[in-house]
C-alpha cells in the first residue's frame, strides 16, 4: 500500500505517468517539463495563464524550476522497478512514452535530448552540450553550479570560472579543459608507447624462451630416441646371441646323448651275455653228473668269444691286455671291464670337456657384452649429466715461447718463431700451455679440435705439475693423458704415472671430448664422430685442481 501511494505521488496529472524530469510552478504544483510546454501558453486566449492542477492565473508565463529533490527520488523509484530494467542506454528526458535513446546532454538544463528535441534547444553559448550521460551534476562545479570549464595545473583539478576568479583557485595557473586534456593525452601516448615496447620486449623474449623450450623438447625427444634404438639393438644382439649359446649348448647335447645312448645301449648287450654266461655256469655247477660237467668248454673258452666281442664294441685295447694278464676268475674279468667303459666315458667327458669350451667362448661373449653395456652406459650418462661445454681459455703465461697462441686463447700453433715472452716459474719449457681455469667440482666437457696437428697429446693435470724437464705428461702421478698423431704411428694410447695403454682402434674424426666428474672421481676421453664412441675413462680420487693441459708437436 505503501508503494502505490507513493507511486500516486509521483505520477504528473497531466500524462499520469510517473513524473519525467519534473518541475514546479509558482503554485507548488509538479508536472513533467514536456508536459507542461504542452498546454497552451493562455487560458482561453485572455492573456493569462493557470496552473493545469488548481487553475491558478498568472499575468504571465510562469517561470519553470527544476524539482531536483522530486527528480532524485523519482530516479531511485525507476531503478526499483523490473519493467524499467529492460530500457538499455540514456533516454530523452521529454520523451514519455515510448522512451526515446538520447543523442545529446545539456550541462545547463541537466537534461538529455533525442534528435527532435535537440533541433528546437537553444544554441545559446551557456547550453553545452555532450555525450549522453546520467550524471551530469559532476560536470557542474560543487560550490558555484557552474559548468567546469579550466584546469587548474596547481591542484590539478577541473574548476569553474567563479573558481578561477574568485574561488580558492584564484591567482593559479589555469588551462582550458581541451588544452590540458590534450597535454595528458601526449603523456598518455609516451606511457602507451613505452609500455607497447616493453611489451615488444616481453614478447621477444616469451618467443626466444619458447624456441628454446621445444629445441630442448626436440633434443630430448632426439636423445630418446637415440637411446631407444640402442636399447632395440642391445636387445636384438642378446637375443641373437641367446639363441646362438642355447644351439650350441643343445648341439653339444644332442651329441653327448646320442654318443651315450651308444655306450648304454652296447653296455645293456654285455649286461644281458655276462648274465646268460653266469646262469650258464651256475647250471654247471648245480649239475650231479660229472660227465657233462667235463664235457662242457673250459671257462677260459667261454670268456673268449666276451673279449673278442669287447674289442668290436671298440673296448680299450689296453684294458683287453690287461685283462689277459690277470689270472682271475670271471668276476675279476668283469670288473676290469668296467674299468674299459669308464675309460670310454671319459671320452665323454672329452666331449663334455669341448661343451666347455662353448661354454667358455659363451663367457667371453658376455664378458665382451658387460664391457660394451657399461661403455653404453658411460656414453648416456655423459648425455644426459653434461651441462653447457666448459669455458676453457688458454694462460699465456704458462705458455713456451714456441707456442703461438691465438687472440681468443682458444688455440695454440707450433711456430718457429720465438715469442720471446719472460722467463717465470709458470711458464713450461717446451710445446705445452695449460688453462687459467681449474675445476674442483662439478661436472663438465669440452671438446679439442686435433686436425692438422701431426701429433698432439690432450691432457688434464694439476697446477704443481713441474714445468721443467719433468714436465713429460703421462710419465708423473699428476697428469692424464691422451696422445696420437704420426709421431706414434697414428696409434693412439692413454698414460698415466709411466702406465702407458694402447688403444684398439685408430681416431679418424677430428676431434676428441674430454668429460669430467670430479666428485665421481672419472675422466674420460671420447671421439667425435657419429655416433661418439667411448675411448678410455681414468678412475682417481681427485685432490688437486684439474687444468687443461696442450701439447703441439
Not at 524530469?21 to 487560458?43: A, E, W, Y
Not at 655276462?274 to 667261454?302: A, F, W, Y
Amino acid at each position: 500500500m505503501a508503494s502505490a501511494n507513493l507511486r500516486d505521488e509521483l505520477t504528473c496529472s497531466i500524462c499520469m505517468d510517473i513524473y519525467r524530469d519534473p518541475v514546479t510552478l509558482i503554485c507548488g504544483h509538479n508536472f513533467c517539463r514536456v508536459c507542461i510546454d504542452r498546454v497552451p501558453d493562455t487560458d482561453g486566449g485572455y492573456g493569462e495563464y493557470s496552473c493545469p492542477e488548481c487553475r491558478a492565473t498568472f499575468h504571465r508565463r510562469p517561470p519553470l524550476q527544476r524539482n531536483i529533490t522530486l527528480c532524485n527520488v523519482v530516479e531511485n523509484v525507476l531503478s526499483t522497478q523490473p519493467h524499467h530494467e529492460e530500457i538499455t542506454g540514456i533516454c530523452c528526458t521529454y520523451c514519455v512514452d515510448p522512451p526515446v535513446p538520447a543523442v545529446k546532454s545539456c550541462l545547463l538544463c541537466e537534461a538529455s535530448l533525442c534528435d527532435n528535441h535537440l533541433r528546437v534547444h537553444s544554441n545559446g553559448p551557456e547550453h553545452v552540450l555532450t555525450d549522453p550521460s546520467t550524471s551530469l551534476e559532476t560536470r557542474k562545479c560543487s560550490v558555484h553550479k557552474k559548468i567546469l570549464e579550466y584546469y587548474c595545473t596547481e591542484d590539478e583539478a577541473c574548476i569553474c570560472v567563479s573558481c578561477s576568479l574568485a574561488g580558492e583557485h584564484r591567482g593559479h595557473r589555469v588551462e582550458m579543459l581541451d588544452e590540458a586534456s590534450g597535454k595528458k593525452k601526449e603523456k598518455l601516448r609516451n606511457v602507451l608507447q613505452k609500455l607497447i615496447t616493453r611489451k615488444k620486449k616481453t614478447e621477444e623474449r616469451f618467443h626466444s624462451l619458447e624456441e628454446h623450450w621445444r629445441k630442448a623438447q626436440e633434443k630430448a625427444a632426439g636423445e630418446a630416441e637415440r637411446v631407444i634404438a640402442l636399447c632395440t639393438d642391445i636387445r636384438r644382439w642378446v637375443d641373437d646371441l641367446e639363441k646362438k649359446v642355447l644351439s650350441d649348448i643343445k648341439r653339444q647335447a644332442e651329441k653327448m646323448s646320442l654318443s651315450l645312448s651308444a655306450r648304454i645301449h652296447q653296455l645293456e648287450i654285455k649286461k644281458d651275455e655276462l648274465s646268460r654266461k653266469m646262469r650258464h655256469i651256475e647250471e654247471l655247477c648245480n649239475m650231479t653228473d660229472p660227465l657233462t660237467v667235463l664235457q662242457e668248454p673250459d671257462t677260459g673258452d667261454l670268456c673268449d668269444p666276451e673279449e673278442g666281442g669287447d674289442e668290436d664294441t671298440g673296448g680299450h685295447d689296453g684294458g683287453d691286455e690287461d685283462t689277459g694278464g690277470h689270472d682271475g676268475g670271471d668276476e675279476d674279468t668283469g670288473g676290469h671291464d668296467g674299468g674299459d667303459e669308464v675309460i670310454e666315458v671319459h671320452d665323454g667327458g672329452d666331449e663334455d670337456t669341448r661343451g666347455h669350451d662353448g661354454g667358455d667362448r659363451g663367457a667371453e661373449l658376455i664378458s665382451h657384452i658387460s664391457h660394451t653395456l657399461s661403455a653404453m652406459i658411460r656414453d648416456i650418462n655423459m648425455i644426459f649429466s653434461v651441462q653447457d661445454p666448459a669455458d676453457i681459455l688458454l694462460d699465456v703465461n704458462t705458455a713456451a715461447n714456441n707456442l703461438l697462441i691465438s687472440d681468443d686463447l682458444k688455440t695454440a700453433t707450433w711456430t718457429e718463431i720465438t715469442q720471446n715472452r719472460p722467463e717465470t716459474a709458470e711458464r713450461f719449457q717446451y710445446n705445452q700451455v695449460m688453462s687459467g681455469r681449474g675445476f674442483t667440482s662439478g661436472r663438465h666437457y669440452w671438446d679439442v679440435e686435433i686436425r692438422g696437428s701431426p701429433s698432439w697429446r690432450v691432457v688434464m693435470c694439476y697446477p704443481t705439475m713441474d714445468r721443467g724437464d719433468q714436465s713429460y705428461i703421462g710419465y708423473n702421478n699428476k697428469s692424464w693423458g691422451l696422445f696420437g698423431g704420426r709421431q706414434y704411428n697414428n696409434q693412439c694410447s692413454v698414460r698415466h704415472d709411466s702406465k702407458v695403454i694402447l688403444l684398439p682402434h685408430q681416431i679418424s674424426s677430428d676431434g676428441v671430448r674430454i668429460h669430467l666428474d670430479y666428485e665421481a672421481g672419472q675422466l674420460s676421453f671420447y671421439e667425435l664422430c657419429d655416433p661418439i664412441r667411448h675411448l678410455h675413462t681414468f678412475t682417481a680420487a681427485f685432490s688437486e685442481p684439474l687444468h687443461m693441459y696442450l701439447m703441439v708437436l
